[in-house]
């Protein structure tokens, strides 16, 4: 009982600081393009193309801010 206390409390800590990290920063470097907005092609390394991932900005909002503006429209259409 105590052991699923203390793992909920830790999963809460951990939670909210993910949540308060989506909040300062919104926003991190592509993984694709690893936020230089291009990549290099496989077949051709010398060529270099918009990135297709993050829509050559660099930036992708990050999955738990995506989540909490989904939630704030689907409560504003409420
Ligand atoms: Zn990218």
């Known amino acids: 009982m105590g052991g699923t206390l203390v793992a909920t ?3 809460l800590v951990v939670l909210s600081g993910y949540v308060l990290s989506c909040a300062v920063r919104p926003f991190r ?7 230089k907005a291009h990549h ?10 918009p990135c ?16 909490w503006n989904k939630a704030r429209r689907v409560h ?3």
């Open 29 to 35: 470097d592509c993984w694709l393009c690893d936020g």
């Open 40 to 49: 290099r092609s496989k077949r051709n390394p010398k060529l270099s193309r």
């Open 9 to 11: 409390g830790i999963a």
């Open 52 to 67: 297709r991932w993050c829509r050559s900005t660099g930036k992708r909002l990050r999955l738990g801010r995506r989540l």
């Open 76 to 78: 504003r259409n409420a």
